[in-house]
């Protein structure tokens, strides 16, 4: 079947510029992670959605971004204002939601803020 | 303090060599434990889960020492499509499934 998938793959923007990330995870999967990969570091977590509501914002970084997931599907994830150091690999998960559950990956999209 | 601390090498091991890599977490309530791979330019894929009476797939060996915290992956019989970055990744307790990821390790394996 298929995964998750990201769009766009790739973004170059401009600083101060806004931008839309969208993620479709994999059908049937309640639970949808946001987290975030920059050059050298680890990945780290920004938000996470059970169903459309988001019980966990703790991981995002100003109040530049925010997410939302509607129909229980679909999530986007905006950047006000982007700055140079938003620049990393956002990478969307699903999981089933149940504790522990497998997590899996889109692709991610490639951001780039000049 | 990183919550998850691995070393990120570079490993760099012939075809046929074991390798072991290790990562220690802080929070002493983390539940799950899991080794992600990751390739170059790749989304992060489940590579095992870790349970405290050690678990095996395949030539891949994870162990859980949850009184030192501290994780391992032995990988025997390396290939060279092992080459890749190792993540250790640990969920906490919060009730919430976010991921907490080790930096990754990176492993070459060389003809």
């Known amino acids: 079947g298929a995964g998750v998938s990201q769009s766009p793959s790739n973004k170059v923007t401009e600083k101060g510029k806004d931008v839309e990330l969208r993620c479709d995870p994999i059908?049937?999967?309640?639970?949808l992670y946001w987290y975030r990969q920059s050059l050298g570091q680890g990945l780290e977590f920004l938000i996470y959605?059970?169903?459309?509501?988001?019980?966990?914002k703790s991981g995002l970084p100003s109040d530049r971004f925010s997410a939302e997931r509607t129909g229980g599907s679909v999530s986007t994830l905006t950047i006000q204002r982007t700055q140079q150091e938003d620049s990393a690999v956002y990478l969307c998960a699903s999981s089933l939601g149940g504790f522990g559950e497998t997590q899996y990956f889109g692709p991610g999209t490639r951001l780039l803020v000049l | 303090r990183k919550e998850v601390e691995q070393d990120p090498g570079p490993f760099n091991v012939p075809e046929g060599a074991t390798v072991a890599f290790n990562c220690t977490y802080s929070?002493?309530?983390?539940?799950?434990f899991f080794w992600y791979r990751q390739d170059c330019r790749k989304e992060p894929k489940l590579l095992m889960s870790v349970y405290s009476s050690g678990n095996e797939d395949g030539r891949f060996t994870a162990q859980l020492n949850r009184a030192s915290q501290y994780i391992s992956l032995l990988i025997r019989d390396s290939k060279l499509s092992d080459s890749a970055t190792y993540l250790c990744?640990?969920?906490?307790?919060?009730?919430?499934?976010?991921?907490?990821f080790g930096t990754g390790t990176r492993l070459l394996v060389s003809p």
């Open positions: 959605f059970q169903g459309n509501s988001a019980p966990d």
């Open positions: 059908s049937g999967h309640t639970a």
């Open positions: 929070n002493s309530a983390s539940q799950s």
């Open positions: 990744v640990v969920i906490g307790n919060t009730g919430f499934q976010k991921l907490v």
